[in-house]
Nanobody, 121 residues
Framework: QVQLVESGGGLVQAGGSLRLSCAAS????????MGWYRQAPGAQRALVAA???????NYADSVKGRFTISRDNAKNTVYLQMNSLKPEDTAVYYC???????????????WGQGTQVTVSS
Protein backbone atom coordinates (compact mmCIF):
# COMPACT_ATOMS: atom_id res chain seq x y z
CA GLN A 1 0.00 0.00 0.00
CA VAL A 2 1.09 3.53 -0.77
CA GLN A 3 -0.13 6.72 0.82
CA LEU A 4 0.38 10.38 0.01
CA VAL A 5 -0.05 12.72 2.97
CA GLU A 6 -0.24 16.46 2.36
CA SER A 7 0.28 19.34 4.75
CA GLY A 8 0.73 23.09 4.73
CA GLY A 9 -2.55 24.49 3.48
CA GLY A 10 -4.41 27.28 5.19
CA LEU A 11 -5.70 30.83 5.03
CA VAL A 12 -3.41 33.63 3.88
CA GLN A 13 -3.83 37.21 2.73
CA ALA A 14 -3.17 38.19 -0.85
CA GLY A 15 0.53 38.68 -1.41
CA GLY A 16 1.43 36.14 1.23
CA SER A 17 3.17 32.78 1.00
CA LEU A 18 2.47 29.16 1.84
CA ARG A 19 4.49 25.98 1.49
CA LEU A 20 2.78 22.68 0.77
CA SER A 21 4.40 19.32 1.47
CA CYS A 22 3.45 15.84 0.33
CA ALA A 23 5.15 12.73 1.66
CA ALA A 24 4.76 9.33 0.04
CA SER A 25 4.98 6.28 2.28
CA UNK A 26 4.61 2.54 1.97
CA UNK A 27 6.43 -0.20 0.11
CA UNK A 28 7.82 2.10 -2.57
CA UNK A 29 10.31 0.86 -5.11
CA UNK A 30 10.57 4.02 -7.18
CA UNK A 31 8.80 7.32 -7.85
CA UNK A 32 8.66 8.78 -11.34
CA UNK A 33 7.05 12.19 -11.69
CA MET A 34 5.39 14.06 -8.84
CA GLY A 35 3.13 17.07 -9.02
CA TRP A 36 0.49 19.36 -7.62
CA TYR A 37 -3.00 19.90 -9.00
CA ARG A 38 -5.74 22.20 -7.80
CA GLN A 39 -9.49 22.32 -8.02
CA ALA A 40 -11.57 25.40 -7.35
CA PRO A 41 -15.34 25.19 -6.74
CA GLY A 42 -17.16 24.51 -9.99
CA ALA A 43 -13.94 23.95 -11.91
CA GLN A 44 -12.04 20.90 -13.11
CA ARG A 45 -8.88 19.71 -11.44
CA ALA A 46 -5.90 21.26 -13.22
CA LEU A 47 -2.15 20.87 -13.15
CA VAL A 48 -0.26 23.50 -11.15
CA ALA A 49 3.28 22.16 -11.30
CA ALA A 50 5.13 18.90 -11.91
CA UNK A 51 8.65 17.61 -11.43
CA UNK A 52 10.38 14.56 -12.86
CA UNK A 53 12.67 12.23 -10.94
CA UNK A 54 15.57 14.05 -12.57
CA UNK A 55 14.36 17.46 -11.44
CA UNK A 56 12.85 18.86 -14.63
CA UNK A 57 9.87 21.08 -13.87
CA ASN A 58 6.72 22.23 -15.59
CA TYR A 59 4.31 24.98 -14.46
CA ALA A 60 0.90 26.27 -15.35
CA ASP A 61 1.19 29.71 -16.95
CA SER A 62 -0.86 31.25 -14.15
CA VAL A 63 1.72 30.37 -11.49
CA LYS A 64 5.01 30.81 -13.34
CA GLY A 65 7.36 33.08 -11.45
CA ARG A 66 5.34 32.77 -8.23
CA PHE A 67 5.32 29.04 -7.40
CA THR A 68 8.28 26.68 -7.13
CA ILE A 69 8.07 22.91 -7.05
CA SER A 70 10.87 20.80 -5.58
CA ARG A 71 11.39 17.30 -4.29
CA ASP A 72 13.54 15.38 -1.85
CA ASN A 73 14.02 11.93 -3.32
CA ALA A 74 15.55 10.57 -0.11
CA LYS A 75 12.35 11.49 1.76
CA ASN A 76 9.91 10.68 -1.07
CA THR A 77 8.54 14.17 -0.59
CA VAL A 78 7.46 16.91 -2.96
CA TYR A 79 7.03 20.57 -2.02
CA LEU A 80 5.23 23.54 -3.50
CA GLN A 81 6.43 26.97 -2.41
CA MET A 82 3.73 29.49 -3.23
CA ASN A 83 4.60 33.19 -3.15
CA SER A 84 2.68 36.33 -4.10
CA LEU A 85 -0.56 34.46 -3.63
CA LYS A 86 -3.72 35.81 -5.26
CA PRO A 87 -7.39 35.22 -4.43
CA GLU A 88 -7.69 33.23 -7.67
CA ASP A 89 -5.21 30.71 -6.24
CA THR A 90 -7.90 29.64 -3.77
CA ALA A 91 -8.60 25.94 -4.29
CA VAL A 92 -8.11 22.46 -2.90
CA TYR A 93 -4.58 21.39 -3.77
CA TYR A 94 -3.89 17.72 -4.49
CA CYS A 95 -0.57 15.93 -4.57
CA UNK A 96 0.04 13.37 -7.30
CA UNK A 97 2.83 10.84 -7.70
CA UNK A 98 3.59 8.10 -10.19
CA UNK A 99 4.84 5.20 -8.08
CA UNK A 100 5.97 1.63 -8.40
CA UNK A 101 5.36 -0.31 -5.21
CA UNK A 102 6.97 -3.52 -4.05
CA UNK A 103 5.54 -6.49 -5.93
CA UNK A 104 4.24 -4.44 -8.86
CA UNK A 105 5.59 -4.58 -12.40
CA UNK A 106 4.37 -1.14 -13.42
CA UNK A 107 3.88 2.39 -12.11
CA UNK A 108 0.52 3.89 -11.25
CA UNK A 109 -0.73 7.29 -10.15
CA UNK A 110 -1.58 7.99 -6.54
CA TRP A 111 -3.36 11.03 -5.09
CA GLY A 112 -3.31 12.78 -1.75
CA GLN A 113 -6.44 13.67 0.15
CA GLY A 114 -6.24 17.36 -0.73
CA THR A 115 -5.45 20.44 1.32
CA GLN A 116 -7.41 23.69 1.24
CA VAL A 117 -5.64 26.91 0.31
CA THR A 118 -7.66 30.10 0.77
CA VAL A 119 -6.32 33.50 -0.24
CA SER A 120 -8.24 36.49 1.06
CA SER A 121 -8.24 39.83 -0.73
Amino acid sequence: QVQLVESGGGLVQAGGSLRLSCAASGSIVSINHMGWYRQAPGAQRALVAAITSGGSTNYADSVKGRFTISRDNAKNTVYLQMNSLKPEDTAVYYCNANIRYLGSFSNRDYWGQGTQVTVSS
